[in-house]
């Protein structure tokens, strides 16, 4: 069996007067991510961890903020296309670990929901997908509630 890594970033504005979407779920809050698509931070970063492990690039380069396509696109049909490139190169995802930062709201109700709407989509055990949260502590643009980052790591295997 191999074995690959991949790591993924992906930061965003929380904007009043947009869905805030996370993890592929909707989360309440008085702000959402401003973005071309619907700006879910966490499957982003998670779309860049997976194109990273199997070297296909970025995010960025799959679906361009400047392709009327995407524009409000469901970020949950952007991991879904990322799962198929995988795929179609043999690759399956063996575990995920990803943490979101943000101050607000608190996380910890909706990280199961996430967990299993990521699973669903990357054809995983949800045992297999981590979501933590963290605070920044009131430092720099999260803890002046600006906007929200998430990070993710991978491992893909090919049996
Ligand atoms: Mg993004």
């Known amino acids: 069996m191999r074995v ?14 947009r869905p805030f979407m996370l993890g592929g779920i ?5 702000k959402g991510g401003l973005g071309h698509s619907d700006a879910d931070v966490l499957l982003h970063a998670i779309c860049d961890a997976l194109l990273g492990a199997v070297a296909l690039g970025d995010i960025g380069l799959h679906f361009p903020d400047t392709d009327a396509a995407w524009k409000d696109a469901d970020s ?7 799962v198929k490139l995988l795929r179609e190169k043999g690759w399956t995802v063996g575990n995920m670990d ?6 607000k709201p608190k996380l910890r109700p909706h990280v199961d929901a996430m967990r299993a709407a990521i699973a669903e989509l990357l054809g995983t055990d949800q045992d297999a997908v981590s979501v933590k949260a963290s605070t920044n502590e009131k430092m720099g643009f999260v803890g002046r509630e600006e906007g929200v980052c998430a990070y993710a790591i991978v491992l893909v295997e090919k049996h």
Do not use: M, N, Q
């Open 26 to 30: 909707a989360i309440p809050h008085d």
């Open 98 to 103: 990803c943490t979101v930062v943000l101050e």
């Open 4 to 17: 690959r890594t991949g790591f993924g970033y992906d930061s965003h504005r929380l904007v009043e007067g």
């Open 76 to 82: 949950r049909k952007l991991l879904a296309h990322v």
